[in-house]
T-cell receptor, first 114, second 115 residues
Framework: AQSVTQPDIHITVSEGASLELRCNYS??????LFWYVQSPGQGLQLLLK??????LVQGIKGFEAEFKRSQSSFNLRKPSVHWSDAAEYFC????????????FGQGTTLQVKP | EADIYQTPRYLVIGTGKKITLECSQTMGHDKMYWYQQDPGMELHLIHYSYGVNSTEKGDLSSESTVSRIRTEHFPLTLESARPSHTSQYLCASSLEGLAPYNEQFFGPGTRLTVL
C-alpha cells in the first residue's frame, strides 16, 4: 500500500542553522510529491511540489526539496532557519489512480531555538 | 479575495447534538475534501467531492455525512455527536486540471470538542 513516512516526529534547531526534514514514500510509479506547512491553529499551506523534471525544486519561504528516486525520498531543506519557521511540516504523495487525493505523513514538528 | 473559509473555528457541544461544519470556497474549484486531524497526527481523508452532486467516502471511516449542492459549498454533518468525534476538521479544495494532482488549498480548520 502507498504510504508516507516522516521519521522525525520532533526536531529542534537553532535560529540561523540549516534544516533538513526527511520524507520517505512508497509508490510504484513516478510519484507526485508535496510539502505543506501548518502553523498553530491554522490550515495547511503548500511549500513546494514535485511532479516531474528537475529533481531539485524550489518553494516559498526559502525552502527547497530534492527528489531521489533511488532512495524513495523527498527531503525538505532550508539553509538558514528563522524563528517564524517553527511549525508542523507534512509531506504528502498523490494517491494511485489519479484521483487528486493525497496521502499525508504523520508530520514533523519544528522548534526553533533563539 | 479568493479563499476557503470554515465556520465555526471552535465548537464545544454536548453528546447527542446534531452539528454542521461549514466550508465554502470562492476559487471556483471543482474538487473539495474533508480531512480529520488529531493533535500531532497526520491528516486522514474522510470525504471528497469532484463536483456538484458528487460525494465519496474517504480512506478513514467516518460517521459524518457531506453534501455538495453548490460548487462553492461543502458542509459536513454529524447527526449525533459523540466524544470520539472530538478532533480537528480541515476542509480543502483543488482545481480540476491537466495534472492529476493539483495543489490543495486548505481552510483554517474547525476544532470540535464533544463533551
Amino acid at each position: 500500500a502507498q504510504s508516507v513516512t516522516q521519521p522525525d516526529i520532533h526536531i529542534t534547531v537553532s535560529e540561523g542553522a540549516s534544516l533538513e526534514l526527511r520524507c520517505n514514500y512508497s509508490y510504484g510509479a513516478t510519484p507526485y510529491l508535496f510539502w505543506y506547512v501548518q502553523s498553530p491553529g491554522q490550515g495547511l499551506q503548500l511549500l513546494l511540489k514535485y511532479f516531474s523534471g528537475d529533481t531539485l525544486v524550489q518553494g516559498i519561504k526559502g525552502f527547497e526539496a530534492e527528489f531521489k528516486r533511488s532512495q524513495s525520498s523527498f527531503n525538505l531543506r532550508k539553509p538558514s532557519v528563522h524563528w517564524s519557521d517553527a511549525a508542523e511540516y507534512f509531506c504528502a504523495v498523490g494517491a494511485r489512480g489519479n484521483t487528486g487525493k493525497l496521502i499525508f505523513g504523520q508530520g514533523t514538528t519544528l522548534q526553533v531555538k533563539p | 479575495e479568493a479563499d476557503i473559509y470554515q465556520t465555526p473555528r471552535y465548537l464545544v457541544i454536548g453528546t447527542g447534538k446534531k452539528i454542521t461544519l461549514e466550508c465554502s470556497q470562492t476559487m471556483g474549484h471543482d474538487k473539495m475534501y474533508w480531512y480529520q486531524q488529531d493533535p500531532g497526527m497526520e491528516l486522514h481523508l474522510i470525504h471528497y467531492s469532484y463536483g456538484v452532486n458528487s460525494t465519496e467516502k474517504g480512506d478513514l471511516s467516518s460517521e459524518s455525512t457531506v453534501s455538495r449542492i453548490r460548487t462553492e459549498h461543502f458542509p459536513l454533518t454529524l447527526e449525533s455527536a459523540r466524544p470520539s468525534h472530538t478532533s480537528q476538521y480541515l476542509c480543502a479544495s483543488s482545481l480540476e486540471g491537466l495534472a492529476p494532482y493539483n495543489e490543495q488549498f486548505f481552510g483554517p480548520g474547525t476544532r470540535l470538542t464533544v463533551l
